[in-house]
């Protein structure tokens, strides 16, 4: 049987979420360049973000820190791709005083 094959086999037991999020990696994988890091004045308040989004590198580092895996974040954010986790996370070791103050600035709001 071949990996296709096996792949096919495996969509119907797929909840239309799963197959959403399996759809939206599956796009990334092909049609994105891989993404770094940017500061865009006037998007969420010129943080870190991953490119091209609205995505802050503080909220990745704050789920990882909460203790969620790897895989849960990708499954609550499926725009984002492991390599943008990469990215933030070698973002972060780089830029940690900046990313901590973040994350107490966005718990101080609450």
């Known amino acids: 049987m071949s990996t296709l094959e096996k792949a096919e086999a495996l969509l119907p037991k797929l909840t ?3 197959k959403n999020i399996l759809l939206q990696r599956i ?4 049609n ?3 993404r770094g890091i940017s500061k865009t004045p006037g998007v969420c308040g010129g943080r870190a973000c991953i490119e ?3 995505m802050p590198v503080w909220s ?3 789920h990882r820190l909460l203790g969620f895996t790897e895989w849960e974040i990708l499954y609550n954010f499926p725009s984002i791709t492991p ?3 990469k990215n933030a996370w070698a973002y972060y070791d780089k830029n940690q005083a900046e990313i901590n103050k973040d994350i107490q600035h966005n718990e101080e709001e609450d």
């Open 16 to 18: 239309d979420k799963e």
């Open 27 to 30: 796009y990334n994988l092909r």
């Open 32 to 34: 994105k360049e891989p």
């Open 52 to 54: 091209g989004t609205r």
């Open 60 to 62: 990745l580092v704050n």
């Open 83 to 85: 390599q943008d986790l």
